[in-house]
């Protein structure tokens, strides 16, 4: 029988990246799936906290195995800023997020940076992460139009396209998210 998991996300998109690349023995369920239309806090200060919580909120309220993410970018010159404020950046969308950092950014003579996730696995009881970090340069101006956030201004190491630049399958490979992800299936099916 295949075990279920739920998946503690609202982003239709992920979850269908991680069911296609699980496997055959977990199910992956979505809070649509378990009726839960909460508003899942997600108040902490660290991708690690904030994603435990999201995790944990899921595992006490329908004693389910669960997990959940959370991630963002980590710029060097503004001391890891916007981090787990990267949605909420600017108060307004992606547009005004990049905006932002181009301005934030005019004056400094470093522009490296990392995207990274960090997943929080509650499996029978017990708390794993799993992460992932990739590392690059925020650009001058924006670059390519696919992805999300602030893909057209990042630059992965060893490559000369952003992220907006790539397509999916490409990103995924190198990404923060596909990594993370990467390592929480290696994990499930060690424990199969
Ligand atoms: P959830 O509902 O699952 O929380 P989200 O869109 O908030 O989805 P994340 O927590 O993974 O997604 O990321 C927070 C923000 O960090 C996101 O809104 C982007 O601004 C930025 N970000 C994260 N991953 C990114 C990526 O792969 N490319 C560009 N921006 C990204």
């Known amino acids: 029988m295949k075990k279920k998991i739920v998946f503690a996300t609202n982003n239709k998109h992920k979850l269908e990246e ?20 909460d508003e899942i ?13 999201k995790a944990a909120y899921i595992h006490e309220k329908y004693g389910m195995d669960c997990f959940a993410d ?9 001391n890891n800023a916007p981090g787990v404020f990267s949605a909420r950046y600017s108060g307004g969308g992606s547009e005004k ?13 470093s522009r490296r940076a990392q ?19 990739v590392k690059g340069e925020i650009l001058e101006s924006r670059h390519g139009s696919e992805g999300f956030g602030y893909d057209p ?6 490559y000369s396209e952003t992220f907006a630049e790539m397509d999916s399958a490409q990103k995924n490979k190198i990404s923060h998210r596909g990594k993370a992800t990467q390592l929480l299936i290696q994990y499930l099916n060690s424990r199969i």
Not at 103 to 109: A, G, I, R, T
Request: hydrophobic share 40%; with cysteine.
């Open 18 to 37: 991680i069911s296609q690349i699980v496997g055959d023995h977990f199910e992956i369920l979505s809070l649509k799936d378990i009726q839960c239309e």
């Open 41 to 53: 806090p997600e108040t902490a200060d660290t991708f690690e906290g904030n994603a435990l919580q």
């Open 70 to 78: 959370d991630s963002g970018l980590e710029v060097e010159a503004l």
């Open 97 to 109: 997020n990049m905006d932002k950092l181009l301005d934030e950014l005019k004056d400094k003579s």
């Open 115 to 133: 995207f990274r996730t960090v997943i929080a696995l509650i499996l029978e009881d017990e708390v794993s992460y799993f992460e992932g970090i």
């Open 153 to 158: 201004l990042f630059r992965p190491d060893g």
